[in-house]
């Protein structure tokens, strides 16, 4: 079995969005909170890296989707506080 550094950014971001969501469900991480919502954008931007090693248009779909709805909680964050 050969990994890429691409399979290992993919591991990363898929790691990282797959830890706050089971933190989220145990309840131990607000779904609003910024780390919940960095933690989900910075996995979905690796994943989206990883894509450009080996293309899939609906996992690409899917990250777009991902890193746009955790912006615009990253948004309603900060509006919310300014």
């Known amino acids: 079995m050969n990994v890429s550094v691409f399979d290992i950014i993919g591991i990363v971001g898929t790691s990282m969005?797959?830890?706050?969501?089971?933190l989220?469900?145990?309840?131990k991480m607000a779904g609003d909170s910024l780390p919940y919502l960095?933690?989900?954008l910075g996995g979905a931007l690796l994943?989206?890296?990883s894509l450009c090693a080996t293309f899939n248009l609906a996992?690409?779909?899917m990250e777009i989707?991902?890193?746009?709805a955790s912006l615009i909680g990253l948004y309603k964050a900060y509006?919310?506080?300014?």
């Open 38 to 40: 960095y933690m989900n």
């Open 59 to 61: 996992s690409f779909i």
């Open 65 to 68: 989707f991902w890193i746009t």
């Open 24 to 27: 989220q469900q145990l309840g």
């Open 79 to 82: 509006r919310k506080n300014v």
């Open 47 to 49: 994943l989206l890296v």
């Open 17 to 22: 969005i797959a830890l706050v969501y089971l």
